[in-house]
Nanobody, 126 residues
């Protein structure tokens, strides 16, 4: 298994900043992609920002220029630096990491994984 631990959510006034961090643990061989998603109350979960192992990034239009994503494949971490926060950014933010890990019995080889964090609440007041 690949547990994810998220941190950094909280309450902030409009215009403020927060930094979300996510770290994966376990017998990870390779990370292929990492991303942050969010789900506001009554809405579907959607991509905020993603980054591949090669460093290619993509962003939701609503956060471009405000929420740069960064990843460290060696440390199995992905961060989201959020600035210029708006009330409409209020949501539960989820980390997602995909890659390859060793099976519990390494003699059985590798298996892909696609795991989610527990979610961290971000609330932006107007």
């Amino acid at each position: 298994q690949v547990p994810l631990v998220e941190s950094g959510g909280g309450f902030v006034q409009a215009g403020g900043s927060l930094r979300l961090s996510c770290v994966a643990s376990g017998s990870i061989l390779r990370i292929n992609a990492m991303g942050w998603y969010r789900q506001a109350s009554g809405k579907l979960r959607g991509l905020v920002a993603g980054i591949t192992s090669g460093g290619r990034t993509n962003y939701a239009d609503s956060v471009k220029g405000r929420f740069p994503i960064s990843g460290d494949n060696a440390k199995n971490t992905v961060d989201l630096q959020m600035s210029g926060l708006k009330p409409e950014d209020t949501a539960v933010y989820y980390c997602n990491i995909r890659g390859l890990r060793w099976r519990d019995d390494p003699d059985r080889g590798l298996i892909s994984f696609d795991v989610w964090g527990q979610g961290t609440q971000v609330t932006v007041s107007s």
